[in-house]
């Protein structure tokens, strides 16, 4: 919106964005095919940053503990649904139940920051 510029990028990036997350972000009519995994150095201090927002469990550790120009550190823990396992129905309702957690935490937390 008009609020932020958002980035995303991993401690270890894989080769292509998964497809089960590109499948269930065009479920809500978000494409994100065209998007591309990014390593952290890609953005580490090319500009200020107000929120670097950690979303996968192991991230928080894996994460540069300096980050420069970062006014807040906030560490959402998510499954990385890359990593489920079971059924095919199974992973995608995973990926699914992830995607819908880290829409509502942004709900909630857009209000206040």
Do not use: N
Request: aromatic residues 10%; glycine residues 10%.
């Amino acid at each position: 919106g008009d609020r932020f510029d958002v980035y995303s990028a991993g401690t270890d990036p894989a080769e292509r964005v998964h497809p089960l997350a590109v499948r269930v972000m065009g479920e809500l009519g978000i494409d994100i095919s065209s998007q591309r995994p990014k390593g952290v150095k890609e953005y580490l201090g090319k500009f200020p940053i107000r929120y670097l927002i950690i979303v996968c469990g192991g991230a928080d550790e894996a994460c540069p503990r300096i980050f420069p120009g970062v006014l807040h550190r906030v560490f959402w823990p998510f499954d990385d649904p890359a990593k489920l396992q079971g059924s095919d129905e199974e992973v995608l309702k995973g990926f699914r139940r992830v995607r819908d957690e880290i829409q509502q935490r942004l709900s909630d937390w857009l209000p206040t920051a």
